[in-house]
């Protein structure tokens, strides 16, 4: 799009009212209120279904790549952050057999596709939590701070041309737009850094909108023990960090998953308290869950257009949904009465290294969520306080974190061991409560269960990588990219079939073993 027409389209949403949008997303607040004591949102079962985020790579050298818009459209994803983003949403499902079945079906149907077309565009689509080779004959920072100024409004340079996200560069409410991570410093003008990462999010519809808050309460609690297994993100691109940055250090001092920190530093603004990128607290009510999304802060108030949908109904509380940055966050939609839903989105895990791995997420989180809920599981009763540092700590440590649970029978524990044996066993018996056999289950969940039982996550795999390189002599800039080539090409021969446990010797004869 030509950057004057952008450029337009940024001022028309700057002219929006602020006080008359808030006006607008309060009554809509009330419609949907109105709509759970009717049971609109109600269901009698569970549905799930899946976001998945990639990037593009040059297919011979690993560089970044931007994805020509004409080739989004011929493969049928959605346009994300970055001019090198691409996202794919799949149906959703009835949480059964059939319908994970079908979830993974779709997701490799679509995504062997998009492979076929890019491929004949020399390039290649990154399942990953962050990239860390930036386009050829250019730097990182020049790529994520690249902008100019048209008609005085900012516009990011390699940034698509959604005007919510360039508008925020424009408004007195702007976000924080920087990095801040060991040794790691990054100013920008616009939220373009935040195009560095990607991620998978599951979605799990309640049956009941009014049991929402219950089940909430369950994927908070479950939150760091599942970050924990699916950290991704240990490096930035090398010329990120300080000049004078040692790489034992930087190995030392850096986190296992940096994607919660970039998302929370660039959308977060200096001072704000609260911020708008944080770890949900619980909720009591449904009405509650609307109110704090009404009344979060708003950043740009976008204009909307309606139609003859459903959800038109309450079209201003959808936009302001769509900056409602909570790790885990409730949401009501659906594009027709029937099809009315309150979900939950789980957006802690990072895009993992094969389809059956981010599938491995989805199971597990619907598999918990049906069966805690049914059991009345007591880590419900986990302090808040408690989840939060087990959020963070899992960040920071992956699966050397202090994580605290309690288990079924009440005993409260720090031992993993303990910890993941009662994880899976009640992701195991909630996906058997829909319908899926033993064997069945165990399939979806062994992809995790190997990382929790071996101690190994693709975070701890690219450390591994990394300080093998520097052992033998490589510059921390070769090491990295050495890794990130090796990760790309593992991914090229097991992404649709295989799982990360192939890439570490843990593959199909122990599930055998297992079953």
């Known amino acids: 799009m030509p950057e004057s027409d952008l450029a337009g389209q940024v001022e028309d949403v700057l002219s ?64 994300e952050l970055g001019l090198h983003n691409a996202e794919m949403s799949t ?55 690249d902008s100019v100024e048209d008609r005085g409004i900012r516009i990011s340079s390699n940034m698509s041309d959604s005007v919510r996200y360039h508008a925020m560069a424009n408004t007195d409410a702007h976000a924080g737009m920087k990095l801040d991570a060991p040794h790691v410093d990054l100013e920008a003008d616009t939220v373009m850094p935040e ?62 998953e940096h994607r919660i920190s970039v998302f929370e530093t660039v959308l977060n603004r200096a001072g704000d308290d609260p911020d708008k990128v944080r770890f949900p607290r619980d909720v009591g009510s ?18 909307v257009q309606t139609a003859d949908r459903f959800d038109d109904e309450f079209a201003y509380f959808r936009r302001k949904h769509g900056t409602y940055w909570r790790w885990v966050r409730p949401v009501f939609g659906g594009a027709t009465r029937s099809a009315a839903n309150a979900r939950i989105e789980f957006r802690p895990i990072a895009a993992q290294p094969t389809v059956r791995d981010s599938i491995a997420f989805q199971a597990a989180f619907a598999g918990l969520l ?81 990382r929790a039982r071996h101690q190994l996550t693709p975070a701890s795999w690219k450390r591994e990588r990394v300080r093998e390189r520097l052992n033998d002599g490589e510059s921390f800039e070769d090491a990295v990219h050495g890794m990130q080539k090796r990760y790309i090409e593992k991914q090229s021969e097991t992404l649709l079939d295989g799982t990360f446990a192939n890439w570490v010797g843990r593959g199909d004869t122990e599930l055998e073993r297992e079953d």
């Open 16 to 79: 929006v009212d602020p006080d008359e949008f808030q006006a607008r997303v309060e009554e809509d607040a009330e419609v949907i209120v109105e709509e759970v004591d009717e049971g609109t949102f109600d269901n009698p079962q569970a549905i799930i279904g899946f976001e998945y985020e990639f990037y593009a790579v040059d297919a011979e050298t690993a560089a970044l790549r931007r994805v020509p818009r004409r080739l989004l459209d011929l493969i049928g994803f959605e346009k």
């Open 195 to 256: 195009s560095l990462i990607t991620s998978i999010q599951p979605h799990y519809q309640v049956p009941h909108a009014r049991d929402l808050p219950t089940y909430f309460q369950y994927a908070i609690r479950m939150a760091g023990p599942l970050l924990a297994l699916g950290v991704n993100s240990p490096f930035f691109p090398p010329d990120l960090y300080d000049a004078d940055a040692d790489p034992d250090e930087i190995l030392a001092d850096g986190w296992d």
């Open 370 to 450: 049906e069966s805690m809920f049914r059991r009345e599981h007591p880590v419900r009763h986990l302090d808040w306080v408690v989840a939060k540092d087990n959020f963070y700590d899992a960040m920071r440590e992956g699966m050397d974190a202090d994580l605290y649970w309690i288990t079924n029978n009440g005993r409260e524990t720090t031992d993993h061991e303990t910890i993941y044996e009662d994880i899976f066993a009640h992701a195991k018996d909630g996906l058997q409560l829909r319908g899926l056999s033993d064997q069945e289950a165990a399939k979806y969940l062994y992809p995790l269960r190997q």
């Open 91 to 145: 149906s959703p499902q009835p949480l059964n057999t059939h319908g994970l079945a079908a979830q993974e079906a779709e997701v490799k149907a679509r995504l062997s596709a998009a492979q076929d077309r890019t491929r004949a565009e020399e390039m290649q689509l990154v399942s990953d939590a962050m990239w860390t080779i930036s386009p050829e004959g250019e730097t990182t920072r020049q790529y994520l701070t």
């Open 286 to 303: 449904v009405e509650e869950a609307v109110e704090r999304i009404a009344e979060d802060r708003t950043i740009v108030p976008m204009p």
